[in-house]
T-cell receptor, first 114, second 110 residues
């Protein structure tokens, strides 16, 4: 499968715990994006990387959130001290990085914070 | 900040009827993209429009980009049950992130 993959697909955690999600983009894609989607809403941008450099972070990304892409390939998104409001689908997308480039989405990680 | 709105929010149609969703941006867009998300699924890219007034067709789907590049529409002719899902338009923000519309959820009754 040459698409974007995400792991895990589902995560249930208790409030206050830390969680980490992984995204593997399409192999030749330089850009990697993280979005968050809550029920009935469109995806909201969180952050994106050009290779290993994190170029932009949304104001939605509080201090409890951190994302990395250490080798310019896969990326991780960590949420510390989870809150019930963090419950959402976390989507990863990648693109080649050219102008006006299409973004291809992974299946997402659905997080439920109890 | 930049906003992208879609109407209607929901649309229920009988199989065979037509469907249209409209997308409006608060700012001029360099391009508009359309995605479909099936229930429980993730957004899947459908098409990208770049030119002012551009019209593109994919089988029963017709996409249009407004002359002012601030609005767009998706029209489905003779809907089928496989068309069920939420249709999102998305435009680039001031950087490369996508600003998604609010989505139109389509339900098709057989």
């Amino acid at each position: 499968d040459t698409g974007v993959s995400q792991d895990p697909r589902h995560k249930i955690t208790k409030r206050g715990q830390n969680v980490t999600f992984r995204c593997d983009p399409i192999s030749e894609h330089n850009r990697l994006y993280w979005y968050r989607q809550t029920l009935g809403q469109g995806p909201e941008f969180l952050t994106y990387f050009q290779n290993e450099a994190q170029l932009e972070k949304s104001r939605l990304l509080s201090d409890r959130f951190s994302a990395e892409r250490p080798k310019g390939s896969f990326s991780t998104l960590e949420i510390q001290r989870t809150e019930q409001g963090d419950s959402a689908m976390y989507l990863c997308a990648s693109s080649r990085g050219a102008d006006l480039e299409t973004q291809y989405f992974g299946p997402g990680t659905r997080l439920l914070v109890l | 900040g930049q906003q992208v709105m879609q109407i209607p929010q929901y649309q229920h149609v009988q199989e065979g009827e037509d469907f249209t969703t409209y997308c409006n941006s608060s700012t001029t867009l360099s391009n508009i993209q359309w995605y479909k998300q099936r229930p429980g699924g993730h957004p899947v890219f459908l098409i990208q429009l770049v030119k002012s007034g551009e019209v593109k067709k994919q089988k029963r789907l017709t996409f249009q980009f407004g002359e002012a590049k601030k609005n767009s529409s998706l029209h489905i002719t003779a809907t089928q049950t496989t068309d069920v899902g939420t249709y999102f338009c998305a435009g680039p923000g001031n950087t490369d992130k996508l600003i998604f519309g609010t989505g139109t959820r389509l339900q098709v009754f057989p």
